[in-house]
């Protein structure tokens, strides 16, 4: 179908087939040109995402999870910034588009929810004309219809006293309210694709699975793709069809979810798993320890980018970069030379214990004196003992 | 939520902190706001207390009003047998010698313009604690304990440290007096999760060393049950559950705590999310709080008599307390049947 925006200007609503992904992407880069050099803040990400599936996005700041999500919405628009490969929505490339033709694709196709609700709303401008802005610019609903229409979806959102809080301003509202808020204007115009970028971060534990829950229900009754990018595995484990893990601008391992818990093959998503504490284990059990710190991007090792914190690195790690693999499992890919789980990953762990190399140390024994001798990279205090 | 009543807190010769009916309000334009409103807890030599509760529940309050940052409204903080609302500016400043302090913010919290090892040392040159020589022996010690090479590290700047560095170099600067407690604010909230890791066993490790006593307050539930030894949840200026970190996560006996429990996402997808018992409804304003106890508003157990009356801390096994006139008593509670919620006015 087709809608026309304000100005006469065809809005393109889905035409294409059903079957294909709604959204590929393939050797995407995106780099800052920055006066210390070329941040290789996204290095060569490829997935696909079909239409109504849920894509979780993991890793730890500066992974490049956000600007990845950023990017490919065309938000990065910076004189210094560097897009190359491709990503097509519904066929369209993404990648060299002008800011017209995003804009046509803006809140009718694809929509993002920020991490902080009240940074990412106007706080001079009522809620309800935050709302019917979208509506009104690009569906060209007359403003009474619009103003019913946002009734509607403060409602759907699950705001209490719909009416009144349209003529609220966002001070007036808790953290929950807004990010509800945000959602509703995310949602208004019918995306077909929704980023969701660390939506429940600033939030309390509680609103965070109300608004996990809202976002999931949401994205069911409006068959609509998700992005949902975070730092936290328990958000995703139970509410995406499909985890990319990235590290270092990269994707390492990306598998459907049941499969990635069960069959984890990159060591840094086992050390992620394995350094949370967890509700179920007894009080003062010992957690394990990633040592170091995340490679400097504008000069990212020669090998495996993990490989100077990796408790299973071998020589061949340092040296050569892993390409992404299949797993047996079908869509499970991974980049690494000694995945977890084989009998070369094993070997090589055993190996670097054997070696007392610091990394493989703090991962076994938590030893916080172990993952203070990885600290790499970047700027400082390396290689205390020498043993690099 | 409730939560006066004292029947948490322990008799014995080792309870080296404790607090009393602690008030802690602050003056607005809008009223009062009743942060925290007379809570008691006692911590024991060598113990970790865990303080875990959502934004706005008073747990940093808390911890500030230990300090006397601000002194507390009303109350009594009991450390070494001194009431430390007591004590004058010159007293109160050396018992903080012994009572240190880590926040959130590891950038924040550390002076930019200065090395590390004047960051480090500060707090020995104002106490004047020994010679030069025995200063800087002093700092290298204390770097080196929390990792860091003194050597490397010591003449560089808070900017040229990581933020899981940072926190290392504030729990340096905290242990730098030998304290023998040590309060940490939400010390791990602002890290990575790999960083985190790193600094929870930090602490661990400081503290068997140091014979070190740690209030340690944070919002993340398994992150305090992973670290502390005793926990108290707090909601909205009140303690509703005091209690074992095992025994308390494994049966909850407060409404609230349950709820926080199936709220936290599990890192496991064969356990699908919880959708139900759920909280709903916002904190009720700390200006203008509930009467009767403070959670019933938001309580799906919620019952008449709890609009009327304040429950007691009590005890429902060993070492496991609760503020809640129908806890969850292993199973589900018999009589109390749920009433809708978010009708009982403020």
């Known amino acids: 179908m087709t809608d026309t925006g304000r100005s006469g200007r065809r809005v393109l609503t889905a035409p294409a087939t059903q079957d294909g992904a709604l959204l590929a992407v393939e050797d995407f880069r995106t780099h800052f040109?920055?006066?210390?050099?070329?941040?290789?803040?996204?290095?060569?990400?490829?997935?696909?995402?079909?239409?109504?599936?849920?894509?979780?996005?993991?890793?730890?700041?500066?992974?490049?999870?956000?600007?990845?999500?950023?990017?490919?919405?065309?938000?990065?628009?910076?004189?210094?910034?560097?897009?190359?490969?491709?990503?097509?929505?519904?066929?369209?490339?993404?990648?060299?588009?002008?800011?017209?033709?995003?804009?046509?694709?803006?809140?009718?196709?694809?929509?993002?929810v920020f991490q902080d609700p009240m940074t990412s709303l106007n706080p001079v401008m009522k809620v309800g004309r935050q709302i019917t802005e979208g509506l009104r610019y690009h569906l060209d609903i007359p403003k009474d219809e619009a103003n019913e229409q946002a009734l509607q979806l403060l409602t759907s959102v699950g705001i209490p006293d719909p009416k009144r809080r349209l003529g609220q301003y966002p001070h007036e509202l808790s953290g929950g309210m807004r990010q509800r808020v945000t959602i509703a204007i995310a949602l208004a115009c019918g995306p077909k694709l929704l980023f969701a970028d660390e939506p429940t971060t600033a939030l309390d534990v509680t609103v965070q699975a109300q608004i996990l829950n809202l976002l999931n229900d949401q994205q069911r009754e409006r068959?609509?793709?998700?992005?949902?990018?975070?730092?936290?595995?328990?958000?995703?484990?139970?509410?995406?069809?499909?985890?990319?893990?990235?590290?270092?601008?990269?994707?390492?391992?990306?598998?459907?979810?049941?499969?990635?818990?069960?069959?984890?093959?990159?060591?840094?998503?086992?050390?992620?798993?394995?350094?949370?504490?967890?509700?179920?284990?007894?009080?003062?059990?010992?957690?394990?320890?990633?040592?170091?710190?995340?490679?400097?991007?504008?000069?990212?090792?020669?090998?495996?980018?993990?490989?100077?914190?990796?408790?299973?690195?071998?020589?061949?790690?340092?040296?050569?970069?892993?390409?992404?693999?299949?797993?047996?499992?079908?869509?499970?890919?991974?980049?690494?030379?000694?995945p977890v789980g084989t009998a070369a990953g094993k070997e090589a762990l055993e190996r670097n214990l054997a070696h007392h190399v610091p990394a493989a140390e703090a991962a076994v024994t938590g030893d916080t004196a172990a993952a203070a001798r990885v600290e790499t990279g970047g700027l400082v205090v390396a290689d205390v003992g020498g043993e690099a | 939520m409730a939560g006066t009543g004292t029947a948490h807190l322990r008799d014995t010769d080792d309870v080296l902190l404790r607090i009393e009916d602690l008030v802690v309000e602050f003056k607005t334009s809008a009223g009062t706001v009743h942060a925290v409103s007379g809570i008691s807890l006692d911590v024991r030599e060598g113990e970790t207390l865990g303080l875990v509760g959502e934004s706005g529940c008073g747990k940093s309050t808390t911890g500030r009003a230990i300090m006397q940052l601000p002194p507390p409204t009303a109350g009594r903080v009991l450390f070494e047998g001194?009431?430390?609302?007591?004590?004058?500016?010159?007293?109160?400043?050396?018992?903080?010698?012994?009572?240190?302090?880590?926040?959130?913010?590891?950038?924040?919290?550390?002076?930019?313009?200065?090395?590390?090892?004047?960051?480090?040392?500060?707090?020995?040159?104002i106490w004047k604690r020994g010679t030069d020589a025995e200063q800087s022996a002093r700092v290298a010690e204390v770097l080196e304990a929390v990792g860091l090479d003194p050597e490397v590290a010591a003449d560089k700047r808070p900017h040229q440290f990581s933020g899981g560095q940072c926190q290392r170099i504030s729990i340096a600067r905290s242990?730098?007096?030998?304290?023998?407690?040590?309060?940490?604010?939400?010390?791990?909230?602002?890290?990575?999760?790999?960083?985190?890791?790193?600094?929870?066993?930090?602490?661990?490790?400081?503290?068997?060393?140091?014979?070190?006593?740690?209030?340690?307050i944070a919002h993340d539930l398994a992150v305090v049950k992973n670290i502390s030894d005793r926990v108290a949840v707090m909601y909205l200026g009140k303690i509703c559950e005091v209690g074992s970190p095992d025994d308390l996560y494994a049966t909850p006996a407060h409404p609230y705590t349950a709820a926080l429990l199936r709220s936290i996402p599990v890192p496991d997808p064969t356990i699908p999310p919880v959708q139900s018992g759920l909280l709903i409804g916002d904190l009720p304003?700390?200006?203008?709080?509930?009467?009767?106890?403070?959670?019933?508003?938001?309580?799906?157990?919620?019952?008449?008599?709890?609009?009327?009356?304040?429950?007691?801390?009590?005890?429902?096994?060993?070492?496991?307390?609760?503020?809640?006139?129908?806890?969850?008593?292993?199973?589900?509670?018999?009589?109390?049947?749920?009433?809708?919620?978010?009708?009982?006015?403020?």
Not at chain 1, 228 to 235: I, N, Q, Y
Not at chain 1, 298 to 317: D, E, L, S, V
Not at chain 2, 203 to 209: F, G, N, S, T, V
């Open chain 2, 285 to 346: 304003s700390p200006i203008d709080p509930p009467a009767g106890c403070r959670f019933r508003t938001r309580c799906p157990l919620a019952q008449e008599r709890c609009a009327l009356e304040e429950p007691e801390i009590r005890q429902v096994s060993a070492d496991h307390f609760v503020a809640c006139h129908f806890p969850l008593l292993g199973a589900e509670t018999p009589e109390a049947t749920p009433v809708e919620v978010g009708t009982a006015a403020p």
């Open chain 2, 82 to 125: 001194s009431d430390l609302a007591a004590l004058n500016g010159q007293q109160l400043r050396e018992v903080r010698t012994r009572l240190q302090f880590i926040f959130q913010d590891p950038i924040s919290s550390l002076n930019p313009r200065r090395k590390l090892k004047d960051i480090v040392a500060e707090p020995l040159r």
């Open chain 1, 223 to 338: 068959h609509m793709a998700m992005i949902l990018v975070t730092h936290d595995l328990g958000v995703v484990a139970g509410r995406t069809d499909q985890i990319a893990v990235m590290y270092a601008g990269q994707i390492v391992e990306t598998a459907p979810t049941r499969t990635l818990f069960a069959n984890v093959r990159m060591p840094y998503t086992e050390a992620l798993l394995k350094s949370i504490p967890k509700l179920e284990d007894p009080s003062h059990t010992r957690l394990q320890i990633i040592g170091g710190r995340p490679p400097d991007l504008i000069n990212p090792p020669a090998g495996c980018r993990f490989a100077p914190r990796c408790p299973y690195a071998q020589a061949k790690c340092h040296s050569e970069q892993p390409p992404l693999v299949e797993a047996e499992t079908p869509g499970h890919l991974y980049r690494c030379w000694f």
């Open chain 1, 33 to 112: 040109d920055t006066p210390g050099g070329m941040v290789r803040a996204v290095d060569g990400v490829t997935f696909t995402l079909d239409r109504g599936k849920t894509l979780g996005v993991v890793g730890e700041s500066g992974s490049g999870k956000t600007v990845l999500a950023r990017s490919i919405m065309g938000l990065l628009t910076g004189h210094n910034v560097v897009r190359s490969g491709s990503a097509t929505y519904n066929g369209q490339e993404l990648v060299g588009a002008k800011n017209d033709q995003m804009r046509a694709l803006w809140g009718t196709e694809m929509a993002m």
């Open chain 2, 175 to 216: 242990l730098v007096l030998e304290p023998k407690v040590i309060i940490c604010d939400e010390p791990v909230s602002a890290l990575d999760v790999s960083v985190q890791a790193q600094i929870l066993n930090l602490l661990e490790e400081m503290k068997a060393r140091y014979q070190l006593t740690l209030i340690f």
